[in-house]
């Protein structure tokens, strides 16, 4: 009876250690898909500043023509 409960306890063990993985593996891959989402906020931004960025440039050009 030792041996078959030293064994049930380390199986139960076990099982524990993989549950706690799983659930780490779990809150890994929901910050993968926030981090994700945050770059493609981030990637519509920088476009929008782009284009911002590509108007000053237009009305700067337009100004010197002026001067």
């Known amino acids: 009876p030792g041996a078959a409960s030293d064994a049930d306890k380390q199986a139960r063990d076990g ?34 500043i782009g284009k911002v960025m590509d108007v000053i440039k237009a009305v700067a050009e337009q100004t010197n023509l002026l001067a």
């Open 15 to 48: 099982d524990k250690v993989v549950g706690e993985a799983i659930q780490q593996i779990e809150r890994l891959a929901a910050e993968v898909v926030r981090s994700s989402d945050a770059m493609n906020v981030l990637e519509q931004e920088s476009d929008k």
